[in-house]
């Protein structure tokens, strides 16, 4: 299995950004596929995620700004994180991760991880 993400950068505060994951190789019915974050000297966060059935969940950090969605096309699967409103305290790297069946809280319990795309919002 692999997970490719792309679409960070740098954008000003109040600024738009979209990320794609696109994921090769995972064949199972069942999944969650999630966003995490990471900044300097913090433990890698969960911001969003959503599950084979479609259903989506959000940190509050994120809630009303960023929205998950995903791409079930029959020859690949693509993740998205579309992040309105970004504010300088959404700057991070920000991973793809895919779990076999729920959509846990901890970073460990995803088996699968991106190389991860970095997002740098300025104030």
């Known amino acids: 299995v692999q997970l490719v993400e792309s679409g960070g950068g740098s954008v000003q505060a109040g600024g738009s950004l979209r990320l794609s994951c696109a994921a090769y190789g995972y064949t199972a019915s069942d999944y969650c596929m999630a966003w995490f974050r990471q900044s300097a000297g913090k433990e890698r966060e969960k911001v969003a995620a959503?599950?084979?059935?479609?259903?989506?969940?959000?940190s509050d950090s994120v809630k009303g700004r960023f929205t998950i969605s995903q791409d079930n096309a029959k020859s690949s699967h693509t993740l998205y994180l579309q992040m309105n409103s970004l504010k300088h305290e959404d700057t991070a790297m920000y991973y793809c991760?895919?779990?076999?069946?729920?959509?846990?809280?901890?970073?460990?319990?995803?088996?699968?991880w991106g190389q991860g795309t970095q997002v740098t919002v300025s104030s």
């Open positions: 991760a895919l779990s076999r069946n729920h959509c846990y809280s901890s970073a460990s319990m995803y088996v699968y």
């Open positions: 959503i599950d084979n059935r479609g259903r989506t969940e959000y």
